[in-house]
């Protein structure tokens, strides 16, 4: 009998301890396999309740995975407008998969590469340009050159791009006002 007893206690699910992952490809197997799991715990949940959910989770590879019901676009527009009507199942026809999703958070990364690379550009040709001179420095003189990019809301973006813009032309001018003056030496 104590033979019986010692075989159940080691049979079946190990309890395992809750801990950070420290391999990244364990990381991505874990999260392919929890995130399967999570999203049909919500389903369940979903059906038994009669409860609408939505779930967004971001991948240890920066990929999108969403799970709705009745779908993620009708949720997450009733919680944000505060309500609890959902919008017929017609509109989630016409909103993005997570792949679209995924595709446009790639290119939003790729882009905020490119706008920093101009962002350093610009900064060097200061450099180049502000020998004494103080004739760029109004376009500049409400922005804070220590703001990390990453931190800045929409608003303060579109006035830095303003800025960026702005400096660039004036950049040009005092290009060509350097190119002149080099032109008329002798």
Not at 10 to 26: A, D, H, L, Y
Not at 35 to 42: H, N, T
Not at 99 to 105: A, C, I, L, S, W
Request: with cysteine; hydrophobic share 35%.
């Amino acid at each position: 009998m104590d033979m019986v007893n010692q075989r159940k206690k080691n049979m079946g699910r190990k309890k395992i301890e809750i801990k950070k992952v420290e391999k990244e490809s364990q990381k991505q197997v874990t999260f392919s396999k929890r995130r399967q799991g999570l999203f049909r715990k919500a389903s369940e949940l979903c059906v038994l309740c009669d409860v609408h959910a939505a779930i967004i989770v971001f991948s240890p590879g920066d990929k999108l995975f969403c799970f709705g019901q009745p779908d993620t676009y009708s949720v997450l527009n009733s919680y944000i407008k505060g309500t609890t009507e959902f919008e017929d199942s017609k509109v989630a026809e016409n909103f993005l998969t997570y792949q679209d999703y995924n595709r446009q958070y790639v290119e939003a990364q790729k882009m905020l590469e490119m706008e920093k690379k101009k962002l350093e550009d610009v900064q060097n040709l200061a450099k180049i340009f502000n020998k004494g001179g103080d004739w760029w420095n109004d376009s500049i003189d409400d922005m804070r050159w220590n703001d990390s990019i990453d931190d800045m809301s929409s608003d303060q973006l579109e006035q830095f791009m303003i800025s960026i813009y702005e400096l660039r032309r004036k950049l040009v001018e005092r290009a060509d006002e350097l190119v002149m003056k080099q032109s008329a030496m002798p």
